[in-house]
Structures are given as structure tokens and as C-alpha cells.
């Protein structure tokens, strides 16, 4: 019998322990002493607490002298330190157990759940991420609508103002989610605001070659370029049957660093005039953009069309 | 006391955000002095900027901005943070502060700015 308990006890894939009736441990299997690196005699008694991680310490003997005096099957995760030094979180399970009868001590057995633990605690802070751009996102949404109510002249006009505003950011998210958020290609999200501003697409050309923009500049950028054209649309070059717009981006060296230059240009609309108030577009452009991509931004309203140029640190050059 | 010629420091990352608070703080009287949207550039502001408030994001593109509040505490300046982490979000140094939730209402905005001026 004692062969098949120690065959049983040494093979097992899990961490077994035994304590006697004044709750020291007088029993370790070998997963156990392979785990720790110590020897049977360094564990026995109290000896095996040492390498309790000091801020589980407390709380772990205590729930196993409370439940032990009330003879109680208990359930605990703590941390102890594994012969490499580094600290693992076990779930240890430990029940009395009777001898002829008598309660005759506690056999205990523990696994290892550190993964599981750190998955546990990815998908925390995963929600709590998920939680603070949610709220960001409604912040955003708040100041679209603060933006399109402000200055439409009816109710049905801010609607349709709002709706596209929305409509760019929900582009500019699909164009990075494509990339699981990493970033978006600058065509992409160009071509997505081409399709949501123009159903006349040949009067809008776009050229460039790949470059990945980060998620907040892809999303800046595009509620920019989306503003573009809804001033375009409005008064500039496709507010008429004839007018077009040139939207290209190159590298080029600036300060000696490779920057990223897209350049729009509006020909063939009517004659354009400055505008007589900040519109959200403006804004953008002239004062916000600028922050978001450190970089620099011009708008000309010249009489034979607008221009515009967005210049950007692209650090390691485009592909 | 009036509101007048309060100048406010925006240290925001999401642009259209910065929009919307230069718009409610417009209309609520006060004047943006600036806006930043990393720590790098709003720290510097602090000793050269003419201002009479700061608010401040907390997640500045994936960097903290308590760095600022730090700077801005230890020169005794008024501040409170705009968060969509809420007050948990904060660390205890600066936990007594003003915390807006994102996202805030105008008065929301009224009630934060006048509790950070009488700390």
C-alpha cells in the first residue's frame, strides 16, 4: 500500500502536501519539492511558508489555521516562489482527513495558475480600457453634435451635419480596425472619405504610395480631409459640375527627417473667397491638427481653388 | 469674482474633445490660453504661459498626465482633471482635485472649475 500511495503521490501532476494534527506539514510529494527546489526536511513544519509571497502571507495562514480548527475543506490562491525565484500564483485545495475514524490532518493539493491569473487580469484592464474610450468616444460624439447644432439654420440641416461627422469617424474606425488598431493606411482612409463626400469619384484624384498612420492621427486626419470636403461641396470645387480636387502625399525631407506631405488642391470651382467664420474644418486645420500630428499645416483660400498642405514626422520613412 | 479674464490651460489629446471644451468654456466666459496635447508640450507651458486654470486628460496618447499635475501642484496652480476613467482613475497625490467625468455637461464643467478655484 505504501508503494501505491507514493507512486500515486510522486506521479501525479499536481503540488500534494500533508499536515498533521498540529496543522505542521509532515508530508511534500516530489512535484512539490521540484517546484520549491527544497528538500522534504526544509518543508516539513512551517518551513514551507517561508516562501510565501510576503503580501499573501498573512491572509493564507490565516485561512488555513481558521479552517482547519472548524475541520473545513478550504480554497486559496496565494503566491510562493518556485526554486527559479519567481513568484506563481496556486490554487491550493485542502480537506481534513480520518484515520480509523479520527480526524488525522489535512491533505492539501495545488496547481498552477499563473496564466489563467494573468489572462484574468488582461481581460480587467482590457475592460477597463474598453470602458475609458467608450466614454472618450461619447465625449467626441457630444462635440460633433455641440458642432453641427451650433451652427446649422435648421433642425434638418444639423442632422445632416451630424450624421456625416459620424459617419467620417466611423470610417476612419473601420480603416483601423481593418488593422486590428495598430494604425490605417493613409489611402484607406482617403479613399473612404472620397466615397463618403463624392458620388462623382472622378473628380477626386488620389496618389501615394503606403504609409501607416498611428490610430489618433488616422482619425484627426480624417475628420480633416472629411471638413475639406464638405466646405468643397459647400462653396469650393464640387459645388459646381466642372470643379476638381487633387488630394497627393509624398515623402520629403523636413529638418532633416523624413516627413509625410499631403497636399490638397482644389481647381474649377467658382471663385473662392475667404470664409467669414471659424467652422469646425478651420479649426482642425489651423490650430488642433497640428498638436495631434506635431507636425505643420496651411490653408490657402485662393481665388482659383483652396489649398491645403498637412505635413507630419513619419518616423522611419513611408514603406 | 469675474470670469473674464480667466485664462485656462487645455492639456487634451483627442482633438475633438479640446473642441468641444474650448467651446464650453467659451461660453461659460473664460478664455483658452492654450492647448496641449502631450506632456512634453504642456509642461514647459506652465512656466511660460499666462493662465489661471489647467484641465487636464489623464491618458494623453498612452502616457500619464500626472507629471503636469505634479508640476502644477508644487507651484500651487489650480487644476482638475476631464476623464473617462473617473475618479478611480486618479492617482492619491491628486485625488482631492476636481475630477470631470467624460462625458460632462456645461454645468458639470461650471461646478468642477469653481471647486478647483476654492481648494
Not at chain 1, 506539514?25 to 516530489?30: A, E, G, L, R, V
Not at chain 1, 491638427?289 to 481665388?303: V, Y
Amino acid at each position: 500500500m505504501v508503494g501505491l500511495f507514493e507512486e500515486l503521490a510522486n506521479n501525479a501532476p499536481v503540488m500534494i502536501w500533508r499536515s498533521r494534527l498540529d496543522k505542521l506539514c509532515d508530508f511534500f510529494n516530489q512535484p512539490w519539492l521540484e517546484f520549491t527546489g527544497r528538500t522534504q526536511e526544509q518543508e516539513f513544519g512551517n518551513g514551507w511558508t517561508e516562501r510565501i509571497h510576503p503580501e499573501d502571507y498573512e491572509r493564507c495562514l490565516a485561512i488555513y489555521s481558521g479552517a482547519f480548527d472548524a475541520r473545513e475543506s478550504f480554497s486559496m490562491e496565494y503566491r510562493l516562489q518556485r526554486a527559479d525565484g519567481e513568484y506563481r500564483y496556486l490554487l491550493d485545495n485542502g480537506a481534513p482527513f480520518t484515520r480509523d475514524g479520527e480526524f488525522a490532518g489535512y491533505f492539501g493539493s495545488c496547481i498552477d495558475i499563473t496564466e489563467r491569473k494573468q489572462m484574468e487580469d488582461g481581460r480587467l484592464v482590457l475592460i477597463a480600457e474598453l470602458n475609458h474610450r467608450v466614454k472618450n468616444m461619447l465625449s467626441t460624439v457630444q462635440s460633433l453634435a455641440h458642432q453641427s447644432c451650433g451652427r446649422a439654420s435648421t433642425p434638418r440641416e444639423a442632422e445632416e451635419l451630424l450624421t456625416g461627422r459620424l459617419m467620417a469617424l466611423s470610417q476612419a474606425h473601420e480603416a483601423l480596425a481593418e488593422q486590428y488598431w495598430h494604425g490605417a493606411d493613409i489611402g484607406n482612409v482617403m479613399r473612404r472619405m472620397v466615397a463618403l463626400a463624392s458620388r462623382d469619384t472622378d473628380r477626386v484624384r488620389i496618389s501615394g504610395a503606403l504609409a501607416t498612420l498611428r490610430p489618433g492621427i488616422a482619425q484627426s486626419l480624417a475628420m480633416a480631409i472629411y471638413e475639406l470636403f464638405l466646405n468643397a461641396m459647400q462653396y469650393g470645387a464640387l459645388s459646381n459640375t466642372t470643379g476638381t480636387i487633387d488630394i497627393a502625399w509624398t515623402q520629403v525631407e523636413h529638418y532633416g527627417e523624413p516627413w509625410l506631405e499631403i497636399a490638397w488642391k482644389e481647381e474649377g470651382g467658382p471663385p473662392v473667397a475667404p470664409p467669414q467664420s471659424r467652422g469646425l474644418g478651420m479649426r482642425l486645420i489651423r490650430s488642433l491638427l497640428p498638436l495631434e500630428i506635431s507636425g505643420e499645416t496651411t490653408i490657402d483660400f485662393a481665388r482659383q481653388g483652396v489649398i491645403a498642405h498637412i505635413r507630419m514626422p513619419i518616423p522611419g520613412g513611408m514603406q | 469674482m469675474s470670469n473674464a479674464a480667466r485664462r485656462v490651460l487645455i492639456v487634451e489629446d483627442e482633438m475633438l474633445i479640446a473642441i468641444l471644451l474650448e467651446d464650453m468654456l467659451s461660453e461659460l466666459g473664460y478664455e483658452v490660453a492654450a492647448i496641449a496635447s502631450r506632456v512634453d508640450t504642456a509642461l514647459p507651458l506652465i512656466d511660460t504661459l499666462t493662465f489661471d486654470l489647467a484641465i487636464l486628460d489623464v491618458n494623453l496618447a498612452g502616457e500619464s498626465s500626472f507629471p503636469v499635475a505634479d508640476a502644477l501642484a508644487r507651484k500651487g496652480r489650480p487644476y482638475l482633471f476631464a476623464t473617462g476613467y473617473g475618479r478611480e482613475g486618479i492617482i492619491s497625490e491628486h485625488a482631492h482635485r476636481p475630477v470631470l467625468v467624460k462625458p460632462f455637461s456645461s454645468r458639470d464643467l461650471r461646478f468642477a472649475i469653481r471647486s478647483a478655484f476654492h481648494d
